[in-house]
């Protein structure tokens, strides 16, 4: 199972209630000629409202759906969380795990995100495992050290390497900078190319050529309609996990044009 490239992925973070969310598929303008292949991840309350949003405008086929973070475990006496399988029931079939909000507003570590890709993979979903170095990593030359070994926490797992390595569990990698995300400072396109590359041969040495060379990655900080083109034709960039901007449907629709 392979996910198709480019893809366009807006994380609305905690923004959008369910009401906005119904409204905003009418602002969407996804033509019959656009090919990107589309996800949104809004808040957990407000995804059944932009899933019959997306019905009610025709898009729902368009446009999937995920949502932010999930708890390692499937049921229990963890108050404020929701687990994959009620993702899952949701119409979820994405899920972000180890955003850079969730590692440094939330103090999860290498082994939280091992745990929760774990638990996603479980549900039958997808995720898309994000990665990057803070501004004094990138600083310190320590970009490829911490990228890779925040990806080895997780394809370092037996089971999950094979289960992604068979091709049967579709897996997404996203590299965020953490200076770049929300900062409206991005990432030059050889800056992310650079980062790109060191982890796509890294996918190909850990899942072998083929499975390696099908997990899309996606770049995301501080993209925007004006600069997502450029950063989505340079090599190895497949796709972009938008932020801030995905809020606006308008510019949403002008980045998956871009695509
Ligand atoms: C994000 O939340 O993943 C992100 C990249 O945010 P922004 O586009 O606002 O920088």
Avoid at 25 to 35: E, S
Avoid at 44 to 62: I, P, T
Avoid at 120 to 134: D, Q, Y
């Amino acid at each position: 199972m392979t996910v198709p490239r480019k893809v366009v992925a807006g994380n609305w973070k905690m923004n959008h209630g369910p009401e906005e969310a119904r409204e905003f598929p009418l602002g969407l303008n996804i033509g019959d000629n656009v090919t990107a292949h589309v996800l949104l991840f809004p808040p957990a309350l407000a995804l059944a409202g932009l899933r019959a949003g997306l019905e009610s405008a025709g898009l729902a086929q368009r446009v999937h759906l995920g949502v932010q973070n999930v708890h390692a475990e499937d049921s229990g006496a963890f108050t404020g969380e929701i687990s994959a399988p009620m993702a899952a029931a949701a119409g979820a079939r994405y899920v972000l795990v180890g955003h850079s909000e969730r590692r440094h507003v939330f103090g999860e570590t290498d082994g939280d995100t091992l745990q929760k890709v774990a638990a996603v993979l479980r549900s039958g979903l997808t995720p898309v495992l994000c990665v990057g170095e803070k501004l004094g990593e990138r600083e310190a030359d320590r970009v490829e050290e911490v990228i890779l070994r925040q990806l080895d926490a997780v394809l370092g797992s037996d089971t999950i390497r094979s289960k992604v390595a068979s091709g049967d569990a579709p897996f997404l990698l996203a590299y965020e900078p953490v200076w770049a995300i929300g900062t409206g400072r991005t990432a030059t396109p050889d800056d992310a190319s650079a980062a790109h590359q060191a982890l796509r041969n890294h996918l190909v040495e850990r899942l072998g050529s083929s499975v390696g060379r099908a997990v899309p990655i996606l770049y995301g900080g501080s993209v925007k309609p004006d600069n997502a083109g450029e950063l989505m034709e340079a090599p190895e960039v497949d796709g972009v996990l938008v932020g801030g901007a995905s809020l606006d449907p308008d510019g949403f629709s002008r980045i998956i044009q871009a695509a």
